[in-house]
C-alpha cells in the first residue's frame, strides 16, 4: 500500500543527460531510504523514443541494468496523452522529469501540471518558446500546486535561475545580464582568440571542437546562435520582460550566407575554409584595441533589449578570461551596484546538467511531502 511518504518518479529521454540522471537517481533513493522519515522514491515509468518501461502497478522498478532493461523492453509505447493519464492515475504524488528537448512534451507541460504531477526539466523549449505557453505552464502550476524547476534550461549544473529567481523574489532590481551562455561558445572563441598567442583559424577550430564532441552533429546548430537565443529568453522572461521568442530580438549568426542551406554538417565543415577571411579580420580588428572577440548575449533590462552576438572585451575582462568550455553569468543589479554577481563554471556536459535536474527533483521534494 502506498503510504503519503511514497513520492512516483517518471523518466522520459534516456540518452546522454539522462543515462546519468537515472545514476544519480539511484544515489538518491539509497540515500533516501536510509532515513524513515524521508520520501520513499519509485521510479515506475522510463521511456525514450520508441521504448518504454513501466510498472502498470506503480511497483518500483529495480536500477539494475536498467538501460539495458528499457532497449530490451517489448511494453507497447504509450502516446503522450496516455502516459499522462497512467501518472494522473498513480495513487500519491507523482514527479515527471522531461530529459528531451522534445517540444511536443513542453507543449503538454501545461495540462501534466494541472493534473498536479510536478515536473523537473532540462528541457529549454518550454520555456523559450511562445509567450503564451510560458504563461501557460506557470498558470497550470500555481492552480494546481504542483512545482515546475528547470534549473538545467540554462547553464547545465550551475545555479542560474535559482541565483535569478533569489534576487527577484527578494525584491532586488536586476538592471542587466551578460555572459557566455554556450560552452561551444566558449570553446570555440578560447582556442580561436586566445588571451595569449594567436588562435587557429577558425574552420579548424570549429572542426576541431566538433571532433572533440563540443558542436552538435552539425556544427550550425550552434553557430546559428539559437541555443543562446534561448537560454536568454528564459532569463529575460524571469526578470518580467515579456519576449515573445528567440527569433524576436537580434541574433548574429556565425554561419556564412552562402553555407546556410548546404545540405549535411560534413559539407559545411569542408567549405568553411573559404570564409576564414571573414572571422580573421574580426579578431585581428579587436585585437588592434588590445581587445579580444567573445560570443555573448546580453539582457539590458530598463532599456528592454536583448541580443545575442559578437563583442569585444579587453583581455584583462573576466569574460575574456573564461577557460576551456566553461560559461559565465553576470547579475547586475542595484544590490550588488558596480560589481556584477558572477555565475562561472562548466556549463555543458551530461553530469552536471543531471545534476541539476537532481537538484531541482530535492527541491520538489522538500515542496510536496
Not at 539590458?300 to 576551456?324: C, Q
Amino acid at each position: 500500500m502506498p503510504t503519503p511518504k511514497d513520492v512516483y518518479i517518471a523518466v522520459i529521454g534516456a540518452g546522454g543527460v539522462g543515462k546519468c540522471f537515472l545514476s544519480q537517481l539511484e544515489f538518491l533513493s539509497k540515500r533516501l531510504a536510509a532515513n524513515s522519515s524521508s520520501p520513499r522514491l519509485s521510479l515506475v515509468l522510463i521511456s525514450r523514443s520508441k521504448k518504454i518501461l513501466y510498472s502498470p502497478q506503480y511497483a518500483p522498478l529495480p536500477f539494475d541494468n536498467i538501460s539495458t532493461k528499457l532497449a530490451d523492453s517489448t511494453q507497447q509505447p504509450l502516446p503522450l496523452t496516455k502516459t499522462i493519464e497512467f501518472l494522473a492515475a498513480a495513487p500519491s504524488k507523482v514527479i515527471l522529469v522531461d530529459n528531451t528537448s522534445s517540444q511536443d512534451i513542453a507543449d503538454q507541460y501545461p495540462n501534466v501540471l494541472s493534473r498536479g504531477i510536478s515536473i523537473v526539466t532540462p528541457n529549454k523549449k518550454a520555456f523559450s518558446g511562445s509567450y503564451q505557453l510560458w504563461q501557460d505552464i506557470f498558470a497550470a502550476a500555481a492552480s494546481s500546486g504542483a512545482g515546475v524547476y528547470h534549473e538545467s534550461s540554462v547553464g547545465a549544473g550551475l545555479p542560474v535561475i535559482s541565483t535569478l529567481k533569489d534576487l527577484v523574489d527578494t525584491g532586488d532590481s536586476v538592471t542587466r545580464i551578460e555572459g557566455v551562455f554556450s560552452g561551444t561558445m566558449s570553446f570555440l572563441f578560447n582556442s580561436f582568440a586566445p588571451t595569449e598567442g594567436s588562435g587557429g583559424k577558425w574552420s579548424a577550430e570549429v572542426a576541431k571542437a566538433k571532433e572533440l564532441g563540443y558542436t552538435e552533429p552539425d556544427p550550425r546548430d550552434d553557430l546559428n546562435g539559437l541555443d543562446v537565443a534561448r537560454k536568454l529568453t528564459i532569463l529575460a522572461r524571469l526578470v518580467g520582460l515579456q519576449v515573445e521568442s528567440p527569433t524576436s530580438f537580434p541574433v548574429q549568426s556565425l554561419i556564412p550566407k552562402e553555407l546556410e542551406s548546404v545540405a549535411s554538417g560534413d559539407e559545411f565543415l569542408q567549405r568553411l575554409p573559404e570564409f576564414d577571411a571573414q572571422m580573421e579580420e574580426t579578431k585581428i580588428s579587436a585585437e588592434k584595441e588590445g581587445k579580444v572577440v567573445r560570443f555573448v548575449g546580453s539582457i539590458d533590462v530598463e532599456k528592454n533589449v536583448v541580443k545575442v552576438g559578437l563583442e569585444k572585451f579587453d583581455r584583462s575582462h573576466a569574460i575574456a578570461s573564461l577557460k576551456g568550455s566553461d560559461n559565465i553569468i553576470s547579475f547586475y543589479t542595484k544590490r550588488y551596484g558596480a560589481n556584477p554577481l558572477i555565475v562561472q563554471g562548466a556549463g555543458a556536459g551530461g553530469e552536471v546538467t543531471a545534476m541539476g535536474v537532481t537538484g531541482d527533483l530535492l527541491r520538489v521534494l522538500q515542496r510536496i511531502s
